[in-house]
């Protein structure tokens, strides 16, 4: 199985008043994972159902190994998908779900069985073939969806947040063996999703969508350190909005002055987006000189520990601490606050003025 | 029909409930109440008929009655008939709506409200209405069209032996039970992500129809077929006025002469109705206990 390549070139398409692709472009590699992440809405879903067949765009086009394929019907696409809701056949145990693709191409009854075997294996089932869907729990469900949609060796295997009905450790797992799975049969896969840990944690590249717009697609680690713009910033992991003072290519803020990553905006005072993980606390001890503020929530995660701090000025900061020293910041504790010395990102100054911690995201 | 063993099952969990709550067991006595009056009611014309069919004055309880029905003239062809005509409409109600309502519920939502109104427009005209208009068409028919397949058609549809006609008003009849059968076992799929499933699989539309949408709405389509049997069985005033001997009719007309006889067709049919019933509603708890 070898990956094609995918692209979506101006894709647009609107519902109503509603506009859900606004002239998007990407380019998918051969064999890469990408996630297409995104606030409900953005329009990840539609690009996705584009490329399946499911939708036609209004303009633009989708390219399948350079071929244009925006008019070919979804049956004849040579797609794999795995749906976000259970799309078992109930009428069909596992194995003839999985062997439904090949039936339709009439392949010997054998062959087909045979083959429904090997996928079911492939994805950790081997002996639930002869179960019907209602049998199978929804982890199994979305793992025979996996098998059926890899049955006639797609060149591309298309993922419709086929994770986010199960339950968060049979999430992990899964998406851990999707992953596996993807890579040793390098076929290019399309993962949409709305939970960015699951987009980070597994895909080569994360295209990050908003109002059927492409903000940025880049690899993980690029995408958390250096985001293009404040709205990927805020996306895409916990951040913390401060205010600065621009003066040059430095930017002031919390009293120490850092240098300002990428080209500073012409306004003096701005908003500094600072990771928690960036942030440096340490407890006022006794007979120390005054704190910069109060530790209001101390919440534990194991290797780390999230505080809340209020700062003197009203402000809000999220402050990660080593898991074993959470026991020095429990609530109420006065600490002084500071920033690694690195590169900052900053924004012009929101309309509202206020400079407040982003609400944390559900970060397991 | 297919919500029949759902009630069943409902009665049986409320019933349990009161009583593992220690609640005062009131609610069961009015239960039991109702079920009497229900019962009485639906009952005692039932035993009325039934006693007038084998009490012979003078001669005390005999079958003969019942013995007398296949011997009777007309009553194999009349029911012949009445069947033939029930297969037909079935096979022509499913054709039409099951189409229709998948491709609305995938192809325009919004059409749902319509055609579900359209579909229960029959029951709002009267029978008497529907087949004045029927024969008023039939009746049409000018001499210089007697040589074109138009006026032949017209003929033909009224065939004595197998009356078309008949078949086109009862698919009109049968559509308001047909369609809402269809629709709740649309809804008890999801006919998008099951189709989509599918057509990525390769399948084309009629695949998809036949291989993943049909094989699912088993028990909608018994149940659908059920009705429409039924309503075609005891369809009366269409096909009187239309002068076509069904087998309602000819039990009206034997009822004249054998008032005995007639009554026994009509309490045999009954019974005959009963079974199907309870065939179609095993038919469908053994599919949803998972075949």
Redesign the interface.
């Known amino acids: 199985m070898n990956g094609a390549r995918v692209e979506f070139r101006g894709l647009r398409r609107r519902f109503g008043s509603t506009v859900a692709l606004d002239g998007l472009d990407l380019t998918v590699e051969p064999g890469e994972l990408i996630a297409l992440l995104g606030p409900s809405g953005c329009g990840k879903t539609t690009a996705l159902r584009c490329l ?3 939708e036609q765009p209004d303009e633009g086009e989708v390219l399948v190994d350079g071929a244009d394929i925006t008019r070919v ?5 040579d ?3 795995v ?1 976000q ?7 069909l145990n596992a194995r003839d779900n999985v062997s ?2 090949m039936r ?2 009439k392949a010997p009854t054998a062959k087909r069985h045979a083959r429904a075997q090997e996928l079911l294996e492939l994805v950790g089932l081997p002996s639930v073939g002869e179960r ?1 869907p ?2 199978l729990s929804g982890g199994q469900q979305q793992r025979v ?1 996996l098998a ?2 890899l ?2 060796e797609p060149r591309v295997l298309l993922l419709d947040e086929p994770l986010s009905a199960l339950d968060a450790k049979v999430r992990v797992t899964l998406r851990e063996e999707i992953r596996r799975l993807q890579l040793s049969l390098g076929i290019t896969t399309i993962f949409v999703t709305h939970d960015q840990e699951e987009a980070l944690s597994m895909a080569d590249r994360v295209a990050v969508l908003r109002d059927g717009r492409l903000e940025q697609v880049a690899d993980p680690a690029t995408l958390y350190d250096r985001p293009a713009t404040p709205f990927v910033a805020e996306f895409v992991g916990a951040m913390n909005h401060l205010t600065g003072l621009v003066s040059g290519d430095r930017v002031t803020v919390l009293g120490q002055t850092l240098p300002v990553e990428g080209r500073a905006p012409d306004t003096a005072q701005v908003d500094v987006l600072v990771r928690p993980e960036a942030v440096l606390v340490t407890p006022v001890d006794a007979s120390g000189a005054e704190g910069d503020g109060i530790v209001m929530v101390s919440s534990f995660r194991g290797s780390t520990a999230r505080l809340r701090v209020h700062l003197g000025d009203g402000t809000e900061v999220l402050a990660d601490v080593p898991g074993h020293d959470s026991a020095r910041f429990a609530p109420g504790t006065a600490v002084r606050v500071g920033l690694v010395e690195r590169p900052v990102l900053v924004s012009a100054r929101s309309e509202t003025g206020a400079a407040t911690a982003v609400p944390e995201p559900d970060v397991v | 029909m297919a919500s029949l063993t759902p009630q069943v099952t409902t009665q049986v969990a409320t019933g349990t409930a009161p009583a593992r709550g220690g609640r005062p067991r009131r609610p069961r006595v009015w239960r039991g109440v109702v079920l009497v009056l229900a019962a009485v009611y639906f009952l005692v014309p039932l035993i009325a008929s039934f006693v007038f069919t084998v009490e012979v004055p003078n001669q005390g309880f005999s079958l003969d009655a019942y013995g007398q029905i296949f011997s009777a003239e007309g009553f194999g062809g009349s029911l012949l008939l009445s069947l033939g005509l029930g297969v037909a409409t079935i096979v022509l109600v499913l054709l039409l709506t099951l189409p229709a309502a998948v491709a609305v519920r995938l192809g325009a939502p919004r059409l749902r409200p319509v055609l579900e109104v359209v579909c229960t427009l029959p029951l709002v005209v009267p029978p008497i209405t529907f087949v004045a208009g029927i024969s008023t068409v039939l009746r049409w028919g000018p001499d210089y069209l007697a040589t074109t397949p138009l006026y032949q058609t017209m003929i033909a549809v009224q065939n004595p032996d197998f009356p078309v006609v008949l078949v086109l008003a009862y698919v009109v009849l049968a559509l308001p039970f047909a369609y809402r059968s269809l629709d709740a076992g649309l809804g008890a799929i999801d006919v998008r992500t099951l189709s989509e499933a599918a057509r990525n699989l390769g399948a084309s539309w009629p695949h998809v129809l036949l291989r993943v949408i049909i094989p699912n709405m088993r028990s909608a389509m018994a149940s659908a077929s059920f009705l429409t049997l039924a309503l075609v069985l005891g369809e009366f005033t269409i096909a009187r006025l239309l002068s076509f001997e069904t087998f309602p009719n000819w039990i009206y007309r034997i009822s004249g002469s054998q008032a005995q006889v007639s009554v026994a067709v009509s309490v045999f049919s009954l019974l005959i109705t009963w079974l199907l019933l309870l065939a179609l509603s095993s038919a469908g708890a053994r599919q949803r206990s998972g075949s």
Request: proline letters at 6%.
């Open positions: 399946a067949g499911f019907p979804a049956n004849r696409r797609a794999g998908m749906f809701s259970y799309s078992l056949f109930p009428n439904f693709g339709v191409r019907y209602h049998q969806a059926r949609a049955a006639l």
